[in-house]
Structures are given as structure tokens and as C-alpha cells.
């Protein structure tokens, strides 16, 4: 049975942070009543690779990679959007991290096997690079590289 990364991003806006992924309601059938729950319709990155997991915290890569920093749980200040998503699905390893603690990984610095595997989601010179849509989304929304994150958790 495999791990997923379950990744949301949040953006603060006039002092409170914000779900900026597309999402839609999602209607299911729970004990004879019907429940409503936010589902995204795509996550800023989607796939499925430990050496990335065992990065951003310390996942499923046994001796693998430096960890970017111990995992944090899911933030107080959280939107309401990803509080009741993880009131949902959260299963372990709750984290979150800035755009800031992101850019500062030295993810090239790993040995080749990991600095290959981590390329697709740091690399500044990859376009659709995860970090790349970060800083994106920063100039979009204006805000500082602490003012944009990150926050996921894990299953399985």
C-alpha cells in the first residue's frame, strides 16, 4: 500500500490566511444525512515520490534526504477550508512550510540519487517546477515568501 502527500496552499490575505486551490463541494451520504466536504480539483503538486515525502517531513525515506525542518502540524492560524478538509482526511504527519522554507532547501546539495528525485518540485529552473508555481501564485497575490504555504499531511 503506498503513501500520498495530501498538499493545499494558503496565501494571507489582509491578515488571514486563505485556500487559494481550485476546489468544488462535495456531496456524500454519511449516516442517512448528506455531508458536504471541499475537494480540490487539482493540488499544486500531485504525485507520489518519498524522497520528496522524506524531505518536506521526514515520510517514508528512511535515511534519505535532510529533512527541511521536523514537522510543524497543521498551523493555528489555518483557513477554515483546510481546517475542515483535515478535520476529514487528515491521517498523519501533519505539516506546513512557507515559500520561504522552501527556496532556502539546499536541495541540490543532496547526493545525485535524491537531488534528481527532489528536481521537479524545488528546481527554480524547471517551469512548472512546484516552487516555481509558488512564486507564482506570490506575485500574483503580492505577498512576501512567508505569506505563502504549504500545508499537507499524509496517508497511509
Known sequence: MGCDIHIYTEVKIKDKWTCVDPMRLY????????????????????GRNYYLF???????????????????????????????????????????????DLKQYKWYKQNKCYKDALRYFFSRRIKNSTVNKLVRLQKKYKVTSEEIRVVFWFDS
Open 54 to 100: 522524506g524531505a518536506l517531513a521526514g515520510v517514508r525515506c528512511y535515511g534519505g534526504p535532510d529533512l527541511i525542518d521536523s514537522p510543524r502540524g497543521i498551523p493555528l492560524d489555518v483557513s477554515d477550508v483546510i481546517q475542515e478538509i483535515s478535520d476529514f482526511e487528515l491521517e498523519h504527519t501533519p505539516c506546513w512550510l512557507s515559500l520561504s
Open 27 to 46: 456531496d456524500y451520504e454519511q449516516d442517512s444525512y448528506v455531508r458536504s466536504i471541499y475537494i480540490t480539483k487539482r493540488q499544486i503538486y500531485e
